[in-house]
C-alpha cells in the first residue's frame, strides 16, 4: 500500500516534499485517507505494541483487583457509540477512579 500508484503519485520517488503543505497542494499527497500507516502491520511493526497492551492489561487488573473502580466523570457527555470494524466512541469514554 505504501508504494501503490493509484495511491501515491510518484510512488517510487523520494519526495519528502510530499507532506508539507505546498506538497499536499500540489497534489503529492496520499490520494486515499489513513494511506501511511507505517508502523501499524507487517515486519515493521511496532515492537512495543504488544508489551503496552500488556502493561494496559496489567495495570487495568491491579487496579480492579484493590477494588478501585470507574465512573463516568460528571459533567462529560455520554459515549456516542459508533460501529465499525469494532464499536467505538466518536467523543471518547472519560473514567474517573471510584475509590472506597
Not at 487496579?63 to 460501529?83: D, E, H, Q, S
Request: glycine residues 12%.
Amino acid at each position: 500500500m505504501h508504494q501503490h500508484p493509484d495511491i501515491w503519485p510518484q510512488a517510487h520517488k523520494w519526495l519528502p516534499s510530499r507532506w508539507m503543505p505546498e506538497g499536499l497542494a500540489a497534489g503529492l499527497g496520499p490520494t486515499a485517507k489513513n494511506a501511511f500507516v507505517p508502523f501499524s502491520i507487517g515486519a515493521r511493526s511496532c515492537i512495543g505494541r504488544n508489551y503496552a497492551m500488556l502493561q494496559m492489561v496489567l495495570t487495568a487488573a491491579v487496579l480492579l483487583g484493590r477494588g478501585i473502580g470507574f465512573g463516568p466523570v460528571a459533567g462529560k457527555t455520554a459515549p456516542k457509540l459508533t460501529k465499525g470494524l469494532t464499536l467505538y466512541s466518536k467523543n471518547g469514554i472519560w473514567l474517573q477512579p471510584l475509590l472506597g
